[in-house]
């Protein structure tokens, strides 16, 4: 999983990410040379259930993503590349993800844990998919997801990306990355060293991302 050292490290890696051409195909069909681009907003809240002095728990995650995608890709209708533009708007609970947390325990004066880190799979729904002479409803773009934390600064990672849709599933070899300042806010505190095992909540917010 892609590490942060520190917030110049994160802003001078994502520049450069924005300059990166990805590869977009299909099945196993030849691949045709793309630029993927695009952005959107993530924001939601979750849950992690169990203790960070674990030091890990599951977190279930729901929020709302508003995100549009540009490329071109091979149709799956004809084989041949074909422009395609994917849009989500941001709608109640169509993000949405499973993860495990890593993270310190809170210091026994109630401090939160500063540093985090989680890896897992995500689900984008309710988008719609557009080639031309067809536009679909529908579209799910789904894949891995990792994010860092530090302090209040979350920095998201999604590889792995493919869009399933009516014509059926896209691969996409680029990735998109993400970025939010104040991205983090536990919603109801974490429990101290040694303190019984309780759930505590969490809230992600302007998390900007970027196709990458």
């Not at 849009?87 to 844990?113: D, K, R």
């Not at 689900?123 to 530090?150: F, H, I, K, Q, V």
Request: hydrophobic content about 40%.
């Amino acid at each position: 999983m892609p590490r942060l050292a520190t917030r110049t490290r994160w802003g001078t890696r994502l520049a450069l990410a924005l300059l990166v051409s990805g590869t977009i195909f299909v099945g196993s069909v030849t691949r045709a040379a793309a630029t993927s681009t695009g952005g959107g907003v993530l924001a939601g809240t979750g849950t992690e259930i169990g203790s960070p002095c674990l030091p890990s728990c599951t977190s279930p995650f729901t929020g709302s993503v508003t995100l549009s995608l540009t490329g071109v890709g091979m149709g799956v209708l004809n084989g041949l590349p074909a422009p395609y533009a994917a849009q989500w708007v941001g709608g109640l609970n169509n993000f949405s993800y499973q993860s495990t947390i890593l993270e310190t325990c809170a210091q026994p004066n109630g401090t939160p844990p500063l540093v985090a880190s989680a890896t897992g799979t995500f689900t984008l729904m309710g988008g719609t998919l557009t080639y031309p002479g067809a536009t679909l409803s529908s579209a799910t773009l789904s894949g891995a997801l990792a994010w860092n934390r530090e302090g209040t600064v979350v920095t998201m990672f999604l590889t792995n990306l493919t869009i399933t849709s009516a014509l059926g599933t896209m691969s996409l070899t680029s990735s998109i990355a993400g970025v939010g300042a104040a991205g983090f806010a536990y919603t109801s505190l974490p429990p101290g060293c040694g303190t019984p095992p309780v759930n505590q909540g969490y809230a992600l917010a302007g998390v900007t991302l970027q196709a990458a």
